[in-house]
């Protein structure tokens, strides 16, 4: 059975940075996207970035030029490197692994961002 393990979430003061980190554990195949997504109090679940097999990246809009998605296909591993946080980043941050047939989360790390 496969499980998404992710760390490295906290408290941080606005102006810093995080790095997220998502593992899979098991066997997992044909990965063709890994990425992040978070819900604040209150809100809707939002996407922050995705990062495909092949490489190619997308972000939303409130995070691009801060935030960078970068993937190990062999630690079936994804990061998310945070800059210049802001208090409304301040969120649950989901990871997820997309194939053929199966679609994996993560619990959830909260990140909270300091004014």
């Known amino acids: 059975q496969v499980q998404l393990v992710e760390s490295g979430g906290g408290l941080v003061q606005a102006g810093g940075s995080l790095r997220l980190s998502c593992a899979a554990s098991?066997?997992?195949?044909?990965?063709?996207?890994m990425g992040w997504y978070r819900q604040a109090p209150g809100k809707q679940r939002e996407l922050v970035a995705v990062?495909?097999?092949?490489?190619?990246?997308n972000y939303g809009d409130s995070v691009k030029g801060r935030f960078t998605i970068s993937r190990d296909n062999a630690k079936n591993t994804v990061y998310l490197q945070m800059n210049s946080l802001k208090p409304e980043d301040t969120a649950v941050y989901y990871c997820?692994?997309?194939?053929?047939?199966?679609?994996?989360w993560g619990q959830g790390t909260q990140v909270t961002v300091s004014s």
């Open positions: 990062i495909t097999s092949g490489g190619s990246t």
């Open positions: 997820y692994f997309q194939g053929i047939g199966y679609d994996y």
């Open positions: 098991g066997s997992i195949f044909s990965i063709n996207a």
